[in-house]
DNA sequence: GCCTCTAGTAAACAACTGTTGACTTCAAAA
DNA sequence: TTTTGAAGTCAACAGTTGTTTACTAGAGGC
């Protein structure tokens, strides 16, 4: 071997590259096996750093923990965008159906994971309400609507079928569910989505 | 006071009570917070007992644990009965709608719950398989019928929806969805279970 | 070249974890 | 009453946890 590595020359003492590695190792495991089972040692051997680093980086576990949420929430709003989703619930069951690997069901799992902090649950509860009302504005729901309450909850359910789909897929191995396939799934799904979300 | 308590005399020193107590007491607190999260000396001061007695009684927190979701399962099976659950989706709805505090949505979150164990796993597998699996035959699912997976299937998102409520009911206080009553919730998931489970 | 600021390291810390073994105390059998 | 076995207690254990502290080493400005 010559040089070893790839293109990018090995710049070593990279603060923000380090930080990355941080968030990315502990973002997998925190969504893979919550809060409380993952150690700060863990975290940083995936990441190939120093434990030290976490309390420098992100001052403490639950920092981290709530960069974690923040980061998803920000790519989550990203890819998304802040424009109404989809209007079609075909569309809206692929995203649903989609990939557990990243995308919506991954993001999901990780926000429902708890630390028992209570900064990192205001961040949470932020992202569900905020997604669970464009998802009512789809059923035609808008902030000072009558009957709100019902549309709202109605999207609500959907979220937490989507969430709940997304922890059944990846935490067992159950049944079918577990290997089916985004055509296997979105069928069901736009049924589903139908059902809670027509506007009539 | 002449004799306090009831009328069982204050008979002390009862492993199956004190057994009993302990199992509870670990119900309580690995729904609530989850396994990792939960120490057994949590767990003993709640049943009022010592913690030595967990691993007299368990063997160790895992077989606690193991102890805790059979418990679950059985009661869950007592509940439900052996025979096809009740056929209208209206039945079913009230069902995943109802009180946190014990019934299926309580069951379902514990069943979420994961020790890394894989005894435990197998025994969260086996009840959610065969809870589906009666869950599709209300929509007309046999053992060996043709097209017998997809009805599978659609019955395990109706599975999914009911844990996924359950969860953010009790997790998080978002929006309507947490402080729904009973009556709230019944007809969007009467919507739900009905496109989901139409036989035709 | 040297200096300095910061990224990264290593070791130790105190607190907490699950588990164990020797001990005490009660209740029923003899 | 004495004996005996099980129910319950106590204290300590070895390992792990998150965090901190003192330290080394590399990169850019002079």
Not at 24 to 31: K, L, Y
Not at 142 to 169: F, N
Request: hydrophobic share 40%.
């Amino acid at each position: 071997m010559t040089t070893g590595e790839t293109a990018t020359p090995p710049r070593r003492r990279d603060a923000a590259k380090t930080r990355r590695l941080l968030l990315d190792a502990a973002i997998q495991r925190f969504t893979r096996d919550g809060y409380a089972a993952t150690t700060v040692r863990d975290i940083a051997d995936d990441a190939g750093v120093n434990v030290a680093l976490i309390s420098r980086y992100f001052r403490s576990k639950e920092g981290l923990f709530e960069a974690c949420l923040t980061s998803s929430v920000d790519e989550l709003r990203r890819n998304t965008g802040e424009a109404p989703l989809s209007r079609t619930p075909e569309a809206i069951a692929r995203q649903i159906a989609g990939p557990c690997a990243d995308g919506l069901p991954y993001h999901l799992v990780l926000l429902l994971r708890s630390s028992g902090d209570e900064g990192a649950d205001r961040i949470r509860l932020g992202l569900l309400q905020s997604y669970s009302e464009r998802l009512a504005a789809v059923a035609g729901w808008s902030p000072g609507s009558p009957e709100g309450d019902d549309l709202l909850l109605r999207a609500q359910v959907v979220l937490a079928a989507a969430a709940g789909i997304a922890l059944l897929r990846t935490k067992t191995g159950l049944g079918p569910l577990a290997q089916a396939t985004e055509e296997d799934l979105v069928p069901p799904l736009r049924d589903l989505v139908e059902a809670l979300l027509k506007n009539d």
